[in-house]
């Protein structure tokens, strides 16, 4: 069953705390991307890879970091420094075409208490 | 620089109506255009894109879309609607010439609402 996998589907966050969010994919992609969702305001890049061992900064990188050690892999970390961070966090994946369709997973919610 | 606009946040029908969301879009090369479905609090999934050829592109679901250069526009359409197709629909562009990352430019999302 080939597909993107984010984990957990619900992650509750204390102010000051660093947490990782999880995407897994089997889809043999080699590029890779991070989205954050807000209310009104459609999806915005936080950061993409288009290959292992390397990623770039999206539109909206700041408080975020990435790793992207494995071609299946490439989790997300929501640091303290971002001071907004509650949202709905979208991973996708696709193939290195201009024509590739891009897929995502089920996505994170992410709430600060 | 590539951009794309969905100039209603709601669109209303009603079940049997056809539909149509609008998008409009802007590159500087070729456009390569998206539409993706949200449920509530779920992922995006794919309904349907423009790579070349035909203007009148089909996608799941009964979903289509129509493709105008002229206007700039890739409006989707369905002829009848369904309560179930209410949901969250964006359009999404990506520009031939754009440098790396095939990155997608995303709209801001419309509202459909079906109602009996």
């Known amino acids: 069953d080939g597909g993107i996998t984010q984990s957990p589907k619900y992650l509750f966050r204390k102010e000051g705390q660093n947490v990782t969010l999880s995407c897994e994919q089997n889809?043999?992609?080699?590029?890779m991307y991070w989205y954050r969702q807000d209310p009104g305001q459609g999806l915005r890049l936080i950061y993409y890879?288009?290959?292992?061992?390397?990623?770039q900064k999206g539109d909206i990188a700041e408080g975020y970091s990435v790793s992207r050690e494995k071609k299946e892999s490439f989790p997300l970390t929501v640091t303290s420094a971002q001071k907004n961070p509650t949202a709905f966090y979208l991973c996708?994946?696709?193939?290195?075409?201009?024509?590739?369709?891009?897929?995502f997973g089920p996505g994170t919610r992410l709430t600060v208490l | 620089a590539q951009s794309v606009a969905q100039p209603e946040d709601q669109v209303n029908v009603a079940e049997g109506n056809p539909l149509t969301v609008k998008c409009t879009y802007s590159?500087?090369?070729?456009?390569?255009l998206f539409w993706y479905v949200q449920y509530p609090n779920r992922g995006l999934q794919f309904l349907l894109k423009?790579?070349?050829?035909?203007?009148l592109v089909k996608g799941s679901y009964g979903f289509e879309a129509e493709f105008n250069k002229s206007q700039t526009s890739f409006h989707l359409k369905k002829p009848s609607a369904l309560v179930s197709d209410s949901a969250l629909y964006f359009c999404?562009?990506?520009?031939?010439?754009?440098?790396?990352?095939?990155?997608?430019?995303f709209g801001t999302g419309t509202q459909l609402k079906v109602e009996l």
């Open positions: 996708a994946s696709t193939g290195t075409g201009f024509t590739d369709t891009q897929y």
């Open positions: 889809l043999n992609h080699d590029a």
């Open positions: 890879s288009q290959i292992v061992n390397d990623f």
């Open positions: 590159v500087s090369g070729n456009p390569y």
């Open positions: 423009y790579i070349t050829g035909d203007n």
């Open positions: 999404a562009v990506r520009d031939s010439i754009t440098g790396g990352g095939n990155k997608l430019t």
